[in-house]
């Protein structure tokens, strides 16, 4: 089966009047997607993301290589490809906040040609999906972060499109809000819908991708299924620690089984060669007086601050 979305060598530059230097957004990805899969996509500011999202959902034009969704061209059938994308924002960009979530969605449903039947059917279909349907008819500004987010996500499906960009969709939600909002994508998945998911938060990234690429400086440095990851990283198994001590600290690296030791919220992480090693790491840490010392897993995070470095801190 082709694949969904199927990218050769893309490339994108901007060249700001002021400055007369190309920026290079894209310096040729090439990626294909398949059928209901949510792909990560991860990489710091300025790395290329939103860009790519852009050219997918028609918005931009690439400078070069070519980009195919469901088998058409985005340069050449735009139109076609808009019908099968929609774009998921964040906060509060484009909803309409003085007007009800019917009629921003009834709006929506006209943008896209939808006829009135099937405008009004869908609008319901999806407020009820949503858990909104009993305040369906009240304006905007007076829904919670989370209804606001699950409402972005019925103005994305209001055309039934089979791929989706979610950008950043639970920044500010709280915990509970973010996990309802998780199922919702779940769904959408098991719908037979890709979902392409910009984020920040690889522990979000790491639950709900079932594969993430890592795109820095316009390139994609990672493409990896998320159940991989951990092997991703020569050393999978960790040692998490504590220790006051930096004579005992500097030890630690040269431990034969250590790769390397770098410092974690509250403490260190050891990175060890060999799963057999934790073991030997936990004694010889309790033999010099270290309590809190457990086992742990190579997370999405790890790679990301391999591969990136600090500057994924910075977001
Ligand atoms: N309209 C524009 N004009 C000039 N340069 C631009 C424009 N849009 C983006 N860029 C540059 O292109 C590069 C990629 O930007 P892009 O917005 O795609 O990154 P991003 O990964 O989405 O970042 P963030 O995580 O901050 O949203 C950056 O260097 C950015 O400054």
Redesign the pocket.
């Known amino acids: 089966m082709p694949a969904v979305v199927e990218i050769r060598e893309l490339v994108r530059t901007?060249?700001?009047r002021r400055k007369a230097e190309e920026?290079v957004?894209?310096g040729g990805v090439t990626l294909s997607v398949d059928d209901s899969e949510i792909l990560g996509l991860l990489?710091?500011?300025?790395?290329?993301?939103?860009?790519?999202?852009?050219i997918l959902s028609t918005v931009l034009l690439p400078t070069s290589g070519t980009a195919m969704v469901l088998g058409k061209d985005l340069v050449t059938a735009p139109r076609a490809v808009r019908e099968n994308v929609g774009v998921v924002f964040g906060g509060e960009r484009g909803l309409y906040p003085r007007i009800s979530a019917r009629q921003n969605l009834a709006f929506w449903a006209a943008l896209y040609r939808l006829d009135r039947r099937t405008a009004q059917n869908r609008c319901t279909e999806l407020l009820e999906r949503m858990g909104l349907a009993d305040r369906a008819d009240e304006p905007v500004e007076t829904f919670s972060r989370g209804m606001k987010q699950r409402l972005h996500l019925a103005r994305g499906l209001i055309h039934g499109p089979r791929i989706l960009f979610l950008d950043e969709p639970t920044t500010g939600m709280d915990p509970v809000a973010a996990r309802d909002f998780r199922v919702l994508v779940r769904e959408l998945r098991q719908e037979g819908r890709t979902v392409f998911l910009?984020t920040?938060d690889m522990a979000e990234a790491e639950a709900l991708c079932d594969r993430v690429t890592l795109?820095d400086h316009?390139r994609l440095v990672l493409d990896e299924p998320t159940r991989h990851i951990g092997r991703y990283l020569d050393a999978r198994e960790c040692v998490d620690f504590s220790c006051d001590d930096p004579a005992l600290l500097a030890q630690v690296p040269e431990l034969a089984f250590v790769e390397s030791v770098e410092p974690r919220e509250g403490g260190y992480r050891a990175l060890l060669r060999e799963p057999a090693d934790v073991a030997q790491l936990l004694v010889w840490l309790i033999e010099r007086g270290v309590l809190s010392a457990r086992r742990s897993e190579s997370t999405l995070e790890d790679v990301y601050l391999r591969l990136i470095g600090t500057r994924a801190m910075s977001?």
């Open positions: 901007y060249r700001t920026t957004a894209l990489g710091p500011n300025g790395a290329g993301k939103t860009t790519l999202v852009k910009t920040h795109i316009g977001v």
